[in-house]
């Protein structure tokens, strides 16, 4: 048996996804979909880029991360049963969309989170990390490693990652921590810094980080919040549970999975959430390679016997 993964190259988590797949299934898995007898859509937004003939004549997984009901219109319907007809399984990352899913398909679906590399996040010693960065020792360190604003823009903040909400939450606790400091990273960061530079919140934001740098800035955090509405991981849940990172969520994705209940948020109670950094990294371990490979290769093999 053979998967096929489709293509993504967007620089995007899933294109480092389907790369420690391919590194790590080599068995597994053929870079040609004609030696194929499953094909796996990782990126659904992609699938049109298959040729229908493949989609007819072979089993297809289709991942699916989330769900934005308040964005999901006619449109976002009509190209969903489009590509849906093709579907033979549907594979989602938390039980959250699973429920989503359910409202409008039959197909089965099975619900799996990603693994986590343990290669590449993994906790270390913070005190030199944070000289290395010249974060000050004393400093109350949160992080947040997402994009915030909408790309058509640069100026709105892309609501279903809940940025105006970690504005609130920020906000709030700095009237109780005055050595409270931001670590913003990547790309698309313009409405956080935009007003944090207006409040006057004192932050340290690394547009161009690797992941190498990356674990190095979630090993030097007091705290990484997730504010999101929406969300098909996210991944940093699972990542700050193996650099045993402390951290607090809202009720997206598969924090529900691999966050106690007590470090899960709604925005009326989030002064009462408190970090598990023991609970997060036990359930994150389950994950890791290879372990993490198992359920999508049971996934897989019981496709393709039916």
């Known amino acids: 048996m053979k998967i096929y993964l489709n293509s993504l190259n967007e620089s995007w988590v899933v294109d480092r996804l389907k790369d420690e797949w391919l590194e790590y299934n080599k068995d597994f898995t053929t870079k040609s979909i004609k030696e194929s007898e499953i094909i796996w859509i990782i990126a659904p937004w992609t699938w049109r880029k298959i040729p229908k003939r493949h989609l007819k004549n072979k089993k297809v997984v289709c991942s699916i991360y989330h769900i934005d009901e308040k964005k999901f219109g006619p449109k976002e319907k009509s190209e969903f049963f489009k590509r849906d007809k093709f579907v033979d399984e549907y594979h989602v990352i938390s039980n959250t969309t699973k429920r989503q899913l359910l409202k409008i398909t039959n197909k089965k679906i099975t619900s799996i989170p990603f693994w986590v590399n ?63 400091e931001v670590v913003l990273t990547g790309k698309r960061r313009n409405y956080l810094i935009n007003n944090f530079k207006k409040l006057g919140i004192p932050f340290h934001y690394f547009e161009m980080a690797d992941f190498d740098m990356i674990n190095n800035l979630y090993n030097c955090l007091d705290l990484y919040i997730v504010s999101s509405r929406f969300e098909g991981g996210p991944q940093s849940v699972v990542e700050c549970g193996l650099t045993k990172t402390p951290i607090i969520s809202t009720r997206v994705g598969i924090a529900e999975e691999i966050l106690p209940g007590k470090s899960l948020f709604d925005m009326d109670n989030f002064k009462n959430a408190k970090p598990d950094v023991d609970f997060a990294y036990n359930k994150s371990l389950q994950y890791t390679i290879p372990e993490g490979f198992k359920e999508f290769r049971n996934l897989f093999s019981r496709l393709n016997e039916i």
């Open 118 to 180: 343990q290669h590449i996040w993994f906790s270390k010693e913070s005190k030199n990390l944070r000289k290395k960065f010249n974060f000050k020792e004393e400093a109350f360190l949160i992080g947040s490693f997402q994009r915030d604003t909408e790309g058509s823009d640069l100026i709105s903040p892309k609501l279903s990652k809940g940025p105006d909400q970690l504005l609130e939450i920020i906000t709030e606790m700095i009237k109780d921590k005055s050595n409270l």
